[in-house]
């Protein structure tokens, strides 16, 4: 079993940054992180959890549209830990952030193998 720890977030002002955390424990967590795909998912309240960005074991990254150029994603498998450095967010970056991780290349909601345990992030205007 493989667990995802989180550590992060908090709130900040428009144009600020903020960086987010995830590290992997559990008795099988190396060998697991360092072949999954691994991503950031964020909800708002009332909307549905969507992918913003996602890495694989290669280092190829995503991001969806909304966040390039602002939010980066970063992994270090020698330390089991996945990153998201956020900067210049907008109100509209606030919500419940968490880290995934993937067995499946293509990572979606639907084929999310672990969850962190989430961290908030709220970004005022």
């Known amino acids: 079993q493989v667990q995802l720890v989180q550590s992060g977030g908090g709130s900040v002002q428009a144009g600020g940054s903020l960086n987010l955390s995830c590290t992997a424990s559990?008795?099988?967590?190396?060998?697991?992180?360092?072949?999954?795909?691994m991503g950031w998912f964020r909800q708002a309240p009332g909307k549905e959890r969507e992918l913003v960005a996602r890495?694989?074991?290669?280092?190829?990254?995503w991001y969806v549209d909304s966040v390039k150029g602002r939010l980066t994603i970063s992994r270090d498998n020698a330390k089991n830990t996945v990153y998201l450095l956020m900067s210049n967010l907008k109100p509209e970056d606030t919500a419940a952030y968490y880290c995934?991780?993937?067995?499946?290349?293509?990572?979606?909601?639907?084929?999310?193998?672990?969850w962190g345990q989430g961290t908030q992030v709220t970004v005022s205007s």
């Open positions: 890495i694989g074991s290669g280092g190829y990254s």
């Open positions: 995934a991780a993937s067995e499946t290349m293509i990572m979606s909601r639907w084929n999310v193998n672990y």
């Open positions: 559990g008795r099988t967590s190396g060998r697991t992180f360092s072949r999954s795909t």
